[in-house]
């Protein structure tokens, strides 16, 4: 039996728990945790013996194991991480950071209780779908507004509340997936409403929704293409026409920006995403847009429109099923107060960013390199250009500067190490070198940032 005295060698669980690095977890920690911590220690280099592989055997080196997977299982999953992609609203790296005000505004109403569904003056209860509703209508130009959870259920919310059991006639070229599995006739089945398909892929016009119409449409629905282009020989009716057509026939029109903006983004030198109040300027019965999105706040689904309208959607028990939560509201309703002071630019994150020059960009990445050990890592400024992401502007980049690292250790090694850093950093891999984009890097985060970028430069290097 060649296997069967090293694994003797390995101490009992009882004897690691009488290391003096453990006894002291012990004495932080729950006994259950720790001893668990051991168990799996244990397991673990048994396996590896196992395996003919050389393990850890004695006490004294399993210790500080203990310790480390302690500390794995007490680190919260969800942890912030430094976006050095460039991608300014990265779905999978939490959209929108918030503003310092609505951060604010989530602490104080999540610190105590608060008036969420309580009339202060009237001193009985209230709607919590009051909070959002005046500034709402105030930075569009609605009558109206509802705030849900998140863009997905304000889509399924109106259709179903106006639509279900009728017809819904949308452009083919609009059937559309927005990603993680919304597409938009699944959303229209689900919500009971029959899909009516008009035009073709690359051109449908005003006279094709016309014809579709019967006394069994409820409802005209365009959705923004918000994450693709077409280009070439293409049409789609303006949004006017659309709104002519519904007004013909008694019909709202429901328009799903995804995005929406309250700023032009023009102003930035990118295409003009569609803004909410020309929605709304148009004549849209019904416009919907995210929270997290370009609006740059907590995730929500934003209903501006007709008052009818709206105030039949709150009156839909799914509403009840799709409310948003006090501290979105607290969030939200800070964030567009920025707008209404037109400040959005100067303390709203994502605009901040897109409002970020090459130039200034360049200047922190020349800092960041310069504090980087050159024995280690090659590094240089070099042009590149900044995505906006998130279902919004497809296509569409700023031009930006980046740090691109060609590392001792391989690029591959570094991303990894930057990955599992703290805070950890998530960069992007272009022509063999590693860049990172400092647009979406908050300037108080740039020190961290090279915190993390030294020490896993350094790591195995001695
Ligand atoms: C992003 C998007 C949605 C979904 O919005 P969420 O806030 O992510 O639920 C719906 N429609 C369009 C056109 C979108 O771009």
Avoid at 316 to 329: G, V
Avoid at 347 to 358: C, F, G, H, S
């Amino acid at each position: 039996m060649t296997t069967s005295s090293p694994l003797r060698s390995l101490p009992s669980v009882d004897r690691l728990l009488q290391e003096e690095q453990v006894q002291a977890l012990l004495r932080a920690y729950p006994r259950a945790l720790v001893t668990e911590a051991a168990r799996h220690v244990l397991a673990q280099a048994r396996a590896a013996l196992l395996n003919g592989g050389q393990g850890h055997t004695a006490p004294a080196a399993l210790a500080p194991l203990v310790e480390t997977h302690l500390a794995a299982t007490l680190r919260p999953p969800l942890r912030p991480v430094i976006n050095a992609t460039g991608v300014v609203i990265h779905t999978n790296l939490g959209r929108a950071p918030l503003s310092r005000a609505a951060l604010q505004a989530m602490a104080e109403v999540a610190l105590g209780y608060s008036n969420l569904e309580y009339d202060l003056e009237a001193g009985e209860r209230g709607s919590r779908h009051e909070h959002a509703a005046a500034i709402l209508r105030r930075v569009s130009g609605a009558e109206a507004a509802l705030v849900v959870n998140n863009n997905a259920s304000a889509v399924l919310l109106a259709l179903q509340a106006l639509a279900a059991g009728r017809e819904v006639v949308i452009s083919r070229g609009q059937l559309v997936e927005i990603g993680g599995g919304f597409r938009i006739p699944d959303v229209l089945r689900q919500s009971g409403a029959r899909l009516v398909e008009v035009g073709t892929t690359n051109r449908t016009y005003a006279a094709d929704y016309e014809r579709a119409i019967t006394s069994e449409t409820a409802l005209l629905l365009r959705v923004h293409s918000s994450n693709f282009r077409v280009i070439g020989f293409v049409h789609q009716p303006t949004l006017q026409e659309l709104v002519e057509v519904g007004r013909r026939h008694n019909l709202p029109v429901l328009d799903d920006l995804g995005s929406g903006s309250l700023l032009d983004t023009a102003r930035y030198g990118l295409a003009h995403e569609p803004m909410v109040q020309e929605s709304v300027a148009a004549g849209t019965a019904l416009v919907s847009f995210s929270g997290d999105k370009l609006l740059g706040g907590p995730q929500a689904g934003l209903l501006v429109g007709r008052a009818d309208l709206i105030g039949q959607l709150k009156r839909h028990p799914l509403t009840r099923a799709l409310r948003p939560d006090k501290l979105t509201l607290a969030a939200l309703v800070a964030t567009l107060g920025h707008y209404l002071r037109e400040e959005a630019e100067r303390e709203i994150p994502v605009w901040r960013m897109l409002a970020q020059t090459p130039a200034q960009i360049g200047r922190r990445a020349r800092r960041l390199g310069a504090a980087l050990p050159a024995e280690l890592v090659e590094w240089r400024v070099v042009d590149g250009q900044s995505a906006i992401g998130g279902g919004s502007l497809p296509g569409e980049t700023l031009p930006t500067r980046l740090l691109a690292l060609t590392p001792n250790c391989g690029i591959q090694t570094l991303a990894q190490r930057l990955r599992h850093a703290t805070p950890p950093v998530v960069a992007r891999i272009e022509h063999d070198r590693l860049v990172l984009d400092l647009r979406t890097v908050q300037p108080e985060e740039d020190r961290s940032l090279a915190n993390c970028l030294v020490r896993a430069a350094e790591a195995g290097s001695d």
